[in-house]
């Protein structure tokens, strides 16, 4: 897949309009910015918004990405069985996991699934890990072809300012993803 295909791919998830979904009640949710670069040899693509990302214990995970002034742009949902993409204007995309969608609906993929372990300083449980200190609070995270670095915490010792980078492969782009997280409402 060419780089002009997923960037014609970003650009209409990210330009379609809003997507009028409401959002149910959850045991966990982040908010806040992301900025997303796309670079290929050739071309660079750089989206930038707000993220809401919703989990009831792991059976269902939303992750919502919206524009600068709120208005959800795409809805990215996890169940056990399968991941959906929907997007206004368009049909909802079906798949197996969200790497496979991702891949599928955009040609690369951004971390869906472990970002809520991530997101909060923690690794995915019974995956490798590679972390940098060996205990937390870590750095970096190396894990599931992800590198997550830790560039700044808040007052309560959570990850404010979370960077996630993945390295082109043959069939996608590298792709670079800072989180500034904003609110937090959990347990945890």
């Given at each position: 897949?060419?780089?002009k295909?997923?960037?014609?791919?970003?650009?209409?998830?990210?330009?379609?309009?809003?997507?009028a979904?409401?959002?149910?009640?959850?045991?966990q949710?982040?908010q806040?910015?992301?900025?997303?670069?796309a670079r290929?040899a050739?071309?660079q693509?750089?989206?930038?918004?707000?993220f809401?990302?919703?989990q009831?214990?792991?059976?269902?995970?939303?992750?919502?990405?919206?524009?600068?002034?709120?208005?959800?742009l795409?809805?990215?949902?996890?169940?056990?069985?399968?991941?959906?993409?929907?997007?206004?204007?368009?049909?909802?995309?079906?798949?197996?996991?969200?790497?496979?969608?991702?891949?599928?609906?955009?040609g690369?993929?951004?971390p869906?699934?472990g970002?809520?372990?991530?997101i909060?300083?923690?690794?995915i449980?019974n995956?490798?890990?590679s972390?940098i200190?060996?205990?937390?609070?870590?750095?970096?995270?190396?894990?599931s072809?992800?590198?997550i670095?830790?560039?700044?915490?808040?007052?309560?010792?959570?990850?404010?300012?979370?960077?996630?980078?993945r390295?082109a492969?043959?069939f996608?782009p590298?792709?670079?993803?800072?989180l500034?997280?904003?609110?937090?409402?959990?347990?945890?």
């Amino acid at each position: 897949m060419t780089f002009k295909l997923i960037a014609t791919g970003i650009a209409s998830i990210l330009l379609t309009g809003c997507v009028a979904l409401s959002t149910p009640e959850l045991e966990q949710s982040w908010q806040g910015r992301f900025s997303l670069i796309a670079r290929s040899a050739s071309q660079q693509e750089n989206h930038s918004g707000r993220f809401t990302l919703t989990q009831a214990n792991t059976d269902l995970t939303i992750l919502d990405l919206k524009s600068a002034l709120g208005n959800t742009l795409a809805r990215i949902t996890r169940t056990p069985t399968e991941v959906s993409l929907e997007t206004l204007g368009n049909p909802t995309v079906y798949a197996n996991d969200a790497e496979s969608l991702l891949l599928k609906s955009l040609g690369f993929s951004v971390p869906v699934d472990g970002l809520n372990y991530w997101i909060d300083g923690k690794v995915i449980p019974n995956q490798t890990a590679s972390t940098i200190p060996s205990a937390p609070p870590y750095n970096q995270v190396k894990q599931s072809g992800w590198l997550i670095t830790y560039e700044n915490y808040n007052e309560s010792g959570l990850p404010k300012r979370i960077r996630l980078t993945r390295e082109a492969t043959s069939f996608a782009p590298s792709i670079s993803v800072l989180l500034v997280v904003s609110s937090r409402d959990h347990d945890s």
